[in-house]
Each structure stands twice: as structure tokens, then as C-alpha cells.
């Protein structure tokens, strides 16, 4: 007579010692079937680092961009706002829960935070959001609340399958730029009153934020190029053979699009004083330099965050010029406030310390709750050493388009 299966323990916490001890497989397993061991007021915290607020800097600038100086009161303009907020808030939270693979391997040091917090608490947590941001949108109209559903589904289908639209790097970069489009148009509607076909200087100003923020986009893979590749992801830095094309065709990008500032005058999107924002494109052509001489990874992840600050202010410029009223100066202030706030709080995932986790520790063996099985090794690692890419080469990929772009080949300069 046999006895009854019995449940299997869930696995022990694991300490961050422990934890950054982990190869990178095992950091994911860890995250995946353990975790969620913060106390309530810590998983606040995470949370909130998780969800990088400086980033979402930008969005709020559009959304005063897209509302003027229209006489909506603040009853209508702060709910507004807020849902502005979220949306690239939600957006990095999402990120999170499904980039566990490309993170273990660009920011293992977001891998121990996401542990401490949980994928369980953290998918809750995104459930939350939806609903917050649906009752937000509400409170403007049902046209509006649709309006918010449909940004929600591409909000989503950006990370997750099936779609996964992160994946497809020149879709991938137009959803990205949802962002600031999104935004946008939150403040433009609330602005008018209504939920219609934006008229010629709402699309001029459209398209600038489209082009701005792809631009965005690629200076924002650029750290992640060797991560990404070693995970099999296709990005649009990934498409290219090193990371230093990368960051070349980034910083070209990005200067090419600061030069177009003179198109919203010419349309008529903007007065001309909007042009006295364009010396920052010489800042935004000297963060393309460093970027390019980045030395590493590492190096590269930490330009991304004085990019951000001065992304925000050139934004934060072309309100202040275009709509110079008390209004804009509250946005920019609290922008300012958001920004400064999470740096000195600490209270963002991508941090120096999040691109480079500390060393291994070797003085204990791993228990055998700690060691890897074969259920925690991806595919690629449980191949023979034969049959694995050799170093240098970008990873397997069946996408036909990804093997046309970016050839099998070895980085023969710097990267």
C-alpha cells in the first residue's frame, strides 16, 4: 500500500546574497516559482521603483502640451493629469513582469527587487491600475473611457503575448511612442471637450512626439544590446551587428529630429518663440557622443538617466514657450519634483546599481533549493556547447526579417 503524494514546500526566501549569487537562469526561475517575501509598506515602495516615475516625466509635459491653456477646471484637469501619468507608469510595470529573461542578464539588480515584491503581487498590482485608469477615463465620458480602453489593450499587447509588439522593432518603436502620443491626446480631448479627429496643429504636434520619442526609443535599447541579443530579442539596437551602430543610428536619430523644430512654426502648431528652445540640440547632440562612446553596457545604462532629465526639460522648454502661463509652470515644477524626488529616493529600477549586481559570493555552497535544475535552464543553455552560438554572434532567431538586417557576424571593433 502506497502513501499519498504529499505537497511540495514552496521553496525558502532567499537572501540578496543568495540571490545575486544566482546565474542569470536561476535568478529567473527564482523570481518566477518564489518571492513576494516584502513586508506591505516595502511592496509599496517597489512597486513604485518598479514603475520608474522620472520616466514618466515626458508624458505629463504632453498631456499640458495637448491641453493649452483651455478653461477646464481642475476637477476635469487633475484626474487628467494623473491618468497622463499612469500611462507610461503602467507601461514600465508591465515591462517588468514580462522582461524577466532580458533583465536577469541588462539589470540584474531590478531582478532582486521584482524577487522581493513577487510576479503575483505584481500582476495584481497591474490589474489595479487598469481599473483606476478605466475609472478616470469614465469620469470624462463613455467616448473617452473607450478611448482609454483601446490605449490600454495597446498598452498591454506591447509586452504581453500574443502580440507582443516590443518584439517588432519598427511597430514596436510607434507603441513605444504611445507614451507621449497617448498623453497627448488625453490632454487635447479634455482640452476640447470631446473625443474627435484632431485638427491640423493637434497632428503637427503629433508627429513631432511620434518622431521624438522613436528616437527615444532607440537611444533607450542601446544598453540593452548585449542582454537582448543573449535573450533573443529583436529591438531595433539588436538589429544591427554592434552596439555601437546602435547608438549611431540613435544619436543621429535623435539630433535629426531636434532639428525639426522649425516644422511646428512653419505649420503653425507653434509660435515662433518655440524656436529659442532649439540650442538644446546641442545638448541632445552631445548625449549622442557619449552614447556612442560609451565604453559598456554599463556606462551606456547610466547615460540613459541624465538623457531622461534632459529629454524632460527640453520637452518642458516647448511648453513653457508655447503656452507661458502658470499652468505650465505647475506641470514643469512637478515634473521637476518627480524627478529629483526618485533620484534621491532612490526610487528607480534602472540605477548604476541596477545594471551591475554585486559579485557572486563563493564562501557557501548553494543548497539544494538554490541549484539549478534542467527545468531552470532555457533551451539554449541545455544544448551541447557545440551547438550554441558562438560568442559574438547574434542569437538564433527564426524571424526571417531579423536574419536578413542583422547577418550572423563578429563584432571585429569595439563594441
Known sequence: MTSAPTAQAPPAPLTARRFHALRPPQQVAAVRRGGGTAPPAAAARLIVTLGRPRTCVPGLVAFALGLGHAPVSPAR??????????????????NTYTDVEEDSRNLPGRMWTLYRLGLRRLAWTLVALNVLMLALAALHGLAFAAFTLVGLAALHQYSFRPLRLKARPLLGLYVFAQAVIGPFLIGWFVGIGDVRVPDRAAWTMLAFLLAWF??????????D??????????????????RRAAARCAAA???????????????????????WAMPWTLVAAYQGLRLVRARDAAAANALLRSDMAMSSAFLATILLLQEPHWSSVAVI?????????????????????????????????????ERPTAADEPPAARRPAAARPAPGRRPATPQALFDRVAPATTCSTRC
Open 225 to 242: 544590446y548585449d542582454g537582448d541579443r543573449a535573450a533573443g530579442l529583436r529591438t531595433s539596437a539588436t538589429l544591427f551587428a554592434s
Open 253 to 275: 536619430a535623435t539630433v535629426a529630429v531636434y532639428l525639426c523644430l522649425p516644422v511646428l512654426v512653419v505649420a503653425g502648431a507653434s509660435p515662433a518663440r518655440v524656436l
Open 214 to 223: 522613436v528616437a527615444k526609443g532607440l537611444v533607450k535599447n542601446v544598453p
Open 333 to 369: 515644477v512637478a515634473g521637476a519634483v518627480l524627478i529629483a524626488g526618485s533620484d534621491l529616493l532612490a526610487m528607480d529600477s534602472r540605477r548604476d546599481a541596477d545594471a551591475a549586481a554585486p559579485p557572486p559570493t563563493p564562501d557557501k555552497e548553494p543548497s539544494a533549493m
Open 77 to 94: 484637469a487633475l484626474p487628467a493629469a494623473l491618468l497622463a501619468l499612469l500611462v507610461g507608469f503602467s507601461a514600465n510595470l508591465h
